[in-house]
């Protein structure tokens, strides 16, 4: 089966879609053949990307997205149902990396805490409530959240963002085991260090350190995680759930 075919026919919402990792995550699904609607709460720019890759050819709109109020959560579901007609997948990219470099444990502002908590943890779990009820219709849906492996190796002056993707390893595991029932699959992607716009301000220093740890030496882009994501959104992956798979050339094994 041609990876251009993999998704054929498959409706799936990526959140954080307007740039880095969840605009890559949305272009490559939708090249494998899938419905996407891109969400992010940059509305003006996720319509801008959306636009462009209708010109394209893909199939893909566009909404905008706060994980931080429910309603809004709900409103992107409801959204994704009136423009394609079901629903049989769900990655969750959008996250805060604030503070990346920046603050030690001792020095961590609560409220910035509070703020990451909010959108990386309590956000996955909202998206997920709200498109479960579409995903059961589904028969064999797939639920891809995005961790980081920094949750793997403890990274240093990053606190509220690797406890907060430590969460969503945990949370995964455990919406694998409720949503067994109805064949809907939950993994996770945890990438390294990947050149996106948020890792802009990340030191050169650590970029180093990442790219001399891995086995495979070189810096990580976008597409080194489309292979992945598209494979746990298949069905070729049905009977893989509850896993996270680190894709990050090789500086952690799981």
């Known amino acids: 089966?041609?990876?251009?075919?993999?998704?054929?026919?498959?409706?799936?919402?990526?959140?954080?879609?307007?740039?880095?990792?969840?605009?890559?995550f949305a272009q490559a699904i939708a090249q494998a053949g899938a419905q996407v609607v891109m969400a992010d709460i940059l509305?003006?720019?996720?319509?801008?990307?959306?636009?462009?890759?209708?010109?394209?050819?893909?199939?893909?709109?566009s909404t905008a997205l706060d994980l931080s109020q429910p309603k809004s959560v709900?409103?992107?579901?409801?959204?994704?149902?009136?423009?394609?007609?079901?629903?049989?997948?769900?990655?969750?990219?959008?996250?805060?990396?604030?503070?990346?470099?920046?603050?030690?444990?001792?020095e961590y502002d609560p409220v910035l805490w509070d703020?990451?908590?909010?959108?990386?943890?309590?956000?996955?779990?909202?998206?997920?409530?709200?498109?479960?009820?579409?995903?059961k219709q589904s028969g064999s849906a797939k639920i891809v959240n995005i961790a980081s492996d920094t949750a793997l190796w403890g990274a240093p002056r990053l606190m509220a963002y690797v406890?907060?993707?430590?969460?969503?390893?945990?949370?995964?595991?455990?919406?694998?085991?409720?949503?067994?029932?109805?064949?809907?699959?939950?993994?996770t992607i945890s990438p390294g260090l990947t050149l996106v716009e948020a890792t802009e301000y990340v030191p050169q220093e650590r970029h180093n350190l990442y790219v001399t740890g891995r086995a495979i030496q070189r810096q990580q882009?976008?597409?080194?995680?489309?292979?992945?994501?598209?494979?746990?959104?298949?069905?070729?992956?049905s009977f893989v759930t509850g896993q996270n798979i680190p894709v990050n050339g090789g500086?952690?094994?799981n």
Request: glycine share 12%; proline share 1%; hydrophobic share 45%.
């Open 163 to 187: 406890a907060s993707k430590g969460a969503i390893l945990s949370m995964t595991r455990s919406m694998a085991r409720e949503l067994g029932e109805f064949e809907i699959c939950v993994n």
């Open 74 to 106: 709900h409103q992107c579901a409801e959204f994704a149902i009136q423009k394609m007609g079901g629903l049989d997948g769900l990655v969750n990219c959008a996250a805060l990396a604030t503070g990346v470099g920046g603050q030690d444990l001792m």
């Open 221 to 237: 882009h976008p597409q080194d995680l489309n292979g992945t994501a598209i494979y746990l959104l298949s069905d070729l992956a």
């Open 43 to 61: 509305d003006e720019l996720v319509h801008q990307e959306a636009a462009e890759l209708k010109q394209q050819g893909l199939t893909v709109y």
């Open 251 to 253: 500086f952690v094994f």
């Open 1 to 24: 089966m041609s990876s251009h075919t993999l998704l054929q026919g498959k409706k799936i919402i990526v959140t954080g879609a307007a740039r880095g990792l969840g605009l890559g």
């Open 115 to 135: 703020r990451v908590m909010t959108i990386n943890v309590k956000g996955t779990w909202l998206m997920v409530q709200a498109c479960v009820p579409y995903l």
